[in-house]
């Protein structure tokens, strides 16, 4: 039998980077659904196409390929048009493309029997904004992970100056802000937590203590 974690929160909790550790400790194949909106949000990029415009974005949908491949080690990797572009699709622009492209529903809509099949014929630990809503409904567990907008800034701000990004914390809060507000209040699968799921916050946890609450909470439900 497979077993489906879902994962959901604002930008800048720290899902991926938790979920990823936590899966690679309990067995579970990773796997991160924003990936794929931002593939969605790069592919609008190279194209000069707004991301917000659903008549622009159900077009270029019709001329794309998104996939999702994963190496023998557990690795996730992107394909565009059957090009990996993981390492393309980490930055601030292709960010908020995100977000503004992932609040249309017919965005959301063509890339949910892909997250879905993915769960059929593997345990996963899948995260994301709706996964323990929508995509993942019926998942033995759901964990809402969040912090204070102020701690996701800071650590969003160190990831991208160690990835050479120039940029400061305030401004990085004031991207956050706006995520947060756009993803609350988008009328398709808007972010909020699941009535079942359980509340992390890891505003005042580091690294390890985040993925031992998280990884605590999924033994006892399983087991």
């Known amino acids: 039998m497979c077993i489906a974690v879902a994962i959901d929160g604002p930008a800048g909790a720290g899902k991926s980077s938790v979920a990823k550790a936590v899966g690679k400790q309990l067995g579970l194949m990773y796997v991160d659904t924003g990936a794929l909106y ?7 990029l190279k194209k000069g196409i707004d991301a917000s415009s659903k008549a622009e974005v159900e077009i270029l949908l019709k001329e ?23 390492g393309l699709i980490r930055t601030q622009q292709v960010s908020m493309a995100a977000s503004d492209i992932s609040a249309l529903p017919v965005v959301r809509e063509y890339l949910l029997d892909l997250q879905r099949n993915i769960a059929k014929t593997k345990s996963v630990i899948m995260d994301g904004r709706d996964i323990g809503t929508v995509v993942l409904p019926n998942a033995q567990v759901k964990i809402f992970l969040t912090a204070s907008p ?19 914390v305030k401004d990085v809060l004031r991207e956050v802000i706006k995520r947060d ?13 699941a009535e ?14 985040s993925v031992e609450a998280v990884a605590k909470i999924i033994r006892e439900r399983i087991s």
């Not at 507000?181 to 937590?193: C, E, F, H, Q």
């Open 38 to 44: 931002r593939t969605v949000a790069l592919a609008a």
């Open 64 to 86: 794309i390929s998104v996939e999702m491949d994963f190496s023998e080690n557990g690795g996730q990797v992107v394909l565009l048009n059957g090009e990996d572009v993981s």
């Open 150 to 168: 102020e701690s996701r800034a800071e650590r969003r701000y160190k990831e991208l100056a160690e990835k050479g990004e120039k940029t400061t």
């Open 181 to 193: 507000y756009n993803d609350t209040n988008r009328k398709a699968a808007p972010l909020r937590p």
């Open 196 to 209: 079942d799921s359980v509340l992390v916050d890891t505003t005042n946890m580091n690294f390890d203590e």
